[in-house]
């Protein structure tokens, strides 16, 4: 980043907090010795925590004070004046640039490879938090980058500057369903920072994930990039090792949470509308079905029974306490929607009053990408086979968002990616799955009795018009990301530069020997993750079946391709005329908004 991009040629203190919001400054990045960085160490000296970043409005607020009376010759108070009157960069303008290019955002926290998470001073008994815990006096949490092919347990920082971020103002927890007792749990690390305060690359959370079922390590990496390529709204990720004391706790995938900084990110000034997250709770599974009390309402009080929302099916995460957008109307008129409540005949979902029904109220096209990851991937543990493990978001439509109850429009985000590409316990096999009739393949996980019940997939594809889109990106992601080919170049060889390179060390690391219990409590001994994960090899273990990857790959890439050429006859290729950019639609603009 240079300042050409966004700055004037001057900036007050309030338009240089907002430059760097977000982001964090790495001291170490900068020319050793030079002015920039002596500026920012004394700043780290007297506001920062001790670590190698500055990232806090203190922080910067005093760093601008700094070069407005060290560096700044522009003699205007309260202002840096950038440019000359040549338009070109003043010495504070240099200076200004530098901290740019040596600093980093929420994107470059997640190119990174790998992070160390150390945790110390903290207590025994609190090793398996099902509540949130705070920090006790003495504890500290601190990250910092390490090498992925690091054979140390807790390695430490590169160096006495290399912390990047360090606070004794944090909270943790044991997170999942399964597995929330599981002997390898995942973890969530929040911190307690207002807007502006403590936080890592503007997050207030971090989503540590066992990967239990997983011996490969590598099914949520793959999962998220093609969500990512997909352009579908979706978390970032990248991988820690994570340490509590002098205990060696395992690899984990570092997840980006969905929440008010990441609505931020996607939807702009649309981002106060209601985040609902999914579960299997109150009403049963978060099917999206149609409720209708006996006399005949179906307000958004059918969706839930459980006054306390932590314990609905349709949980709130924004707007839990305002009366005006807590009542789940906007939910309910979503589903009326996708269910046609309101049109008539057999072939209701197949006309262009639904077509134009749904476009209104959802991320269509989104959402159809989405399921052509979902169907290819295998990834069963979300709306799929057991529906739960996904978020809707109401945000409105563009220039009304504050109008979003009256005026819903909601855009599906994706969520909890280990249990895909070939994880299966109850004999199904999700590499010859059905890519038009989903719940055909859900049978075996309701004993043989009934099915998945997901009318918002089967309802679409009842649609040609959305039908056509489907299968077009469906045969894009089999030409482009999904192949043999192109997963195989992802996970790479041993010694390569893949995903498989990059998490072998730190996997093997929680065990001594290769046929040795891992002591971090990981299900899988380090022969099993060798065998599946560098060689690809299937395992049975527990009541679990595992492909490997590539082999799951290949028979999903060749299964799909032949239930394509089938269904071309209807749908010749490209005959919904869309390119897929890799990029997520702009929120439309209501039809009564502002221009």
């Known amino acids: 980043m240079t300042y050409q991009n966004i700055m004037e040629n001057t900036l007050n203190k309030k338009q240089f907090w907002k430059m760097f919001k977000g982001r964090a400054i790495i001291v170490t990045a900068l020319r050793q010795g030079g002015q920039s960085r002596d500026i920012a160490n004394r700043v780290n000296h007297t506001e920062g925590r001790g670590d190698a970043s500055l990232r806090t409005k203190a922080e910067y607020s005093a760093l601008f004070d700094l070069l407005h009376e060290e560096v700044d010759t522009g003699n205007v108070k309260?202002?840096?004046?950038l440019q000359d009157n040549n338009g070109n960069l003043t010495e504070v303008g240099t200076q200004v640039q530098r901290y740019l290019e040596a600093s980093q955002d929420k994107d470059d926290f997640f190119n990174y490879e790998m992070y160390m998470v150390h945790i110390t001073g903290w207590?025994?008994?609190y090793f398996?938090?099902?509540e949130p815990v705070n920090s006790?006096?003495?504890a500290q949490f601190g990250f910092w980058k390490t090498d992925p092919k690091s054979n140390l347990h807790i390695a430490p920082p590169p160096d006495s500057e290399g912390i990047l971020f360090i606070t004794e103002d944090f909270s943790v927890r044991n997170s999942g369903n399964l597995t929330l007792h599981a002997p390898k749990p995942s973890w969530k690390i929040n911190f307690k920072a207002e807007d502006g305060e403590d936080r890592i690359r503007g997050m207030s959370r971090l989503n540590l994930k066992a990967m239990y079922n997983d011996p490969s390590q590598m099914r949520e990496a793959l999962a998220w990039y093609l969500f990512d390529q997909a352009g579908v709204p979706s978390s970032r990720h990248t991988f820690a090792k994570l340490g509590i004391n002098d205990i060696y706790m395992g690899l984990f995938s570092l997840i980006e949470q969905v929440d008010k900084q990441f609505l931020k990110e996607h939807f702009g000034k649309n981002d106060e509308g209601n985040l609902y997250k999914a579960y299997w709770d109150d009403i049963g599974p978060a099917s999206l079905e149609y409720r209708q009390s006996d006399d005949g309402d179906d307000s958004g009080c059918q969706y839930f029974k459980a006054a306390n929302i932590d314990n609905r099916t349709y949980r709130l995460k924004t707007n839990e306490n305002d009366p005006k957008a807590n009542n789940y109307d906007d939910l309910a008129k979503f589903i009326r929607i996708i269910n046609g409540v309101q049109l008539r005949g057999n072939n209701k979902f197949n006309t262009?009053?639904?077509?134009?029904?749904v476009t209104n109220i959802l991320n269509v096209k989104a959402f159809l990408r989405w399921m052509g990851v979902n169907i290819l991937i295998g990834g069963w543990d979300n709306y799929y086979a057991t529906p739960a493990n996904y978020y809707l978001y109401n945000s409105g439509k563009k220039g009304t968002q504050d109008k979003f109850m009256a005026e819903p429009y909601f855009t599906w985000i994706p969520w909890d990616y280990d249990n895909s590409f070939g994880i299966d316990y109850f004999d199904t096999q999700w590499q010859y799955n059905d890519i038009i009739d989903w719940v055909s393949g859900t049978r075996n996980y309701y004993r043989g009795k009934d099915t998945a019940k997901i009318p918002l997939v089967e309802n679409l594809l009842k649609n040609?018009?959305?039908?056509?889109?489907?299968l077009d990106y469906l045969e894009y992601l089999l030409d482009t990301d999904f192949?043999?080919?192109?997963?195989?170049?992802?996970?790479?060889?041993e010694g390569g530069n893949g995903l498989w390179d990059q998490v072998r060390y730190a996997a093997y690391l929680a065990s001594d020997t290769p046929l040795g219990q891992p002591h971090t409590g990981r299900q899988?001994?380090?022969h099993e993750v060798y065998r599946h994960g560098c060689k690809q090899q299937t395992l049975s273990h527990g009541n679990a079946h595992i492909e490997g990857i590539i082999h799951y790959v290949r028979m999903r890439y060749d299964n799909a391709h032949q239930q394509l050429a089938k269904l071309r006859q209807k749908y010749p290729k490209g005959a919904s005329g869309a390119s897929f950019s890799g990029e997520m639609e702009t929120l439309p603009k209501a039809e009564s908004g502002p221009n």
């Not at 262009?352 to 029904?357: F, G, L, N, P």
């Not at 018009?465 to 489907?470: I, M, R, T």
Request: charge should be negative; hydrophobic fraction near 40%.
């Open 136 to 138: 006790p006096p003495g």
């Open 78 to 81: 309260g202002v840096l004046t």
């Open 123 to 125: 207590p025994q008994e």
């Open 524 to 526: 899988f001994t380090n």
């Open 128 to 130: 398996r938090p099902v």
């Open 352 to 357: 262009a009053k639904y077509q134009e029904a």
């Open 483 to 493: 192949n043999p080919a192109a997963i195989i170049a992802a996970i790479g060889v």
């Open 464 to 470: 040609d018009e959305f039908k056509q889109y489907y």
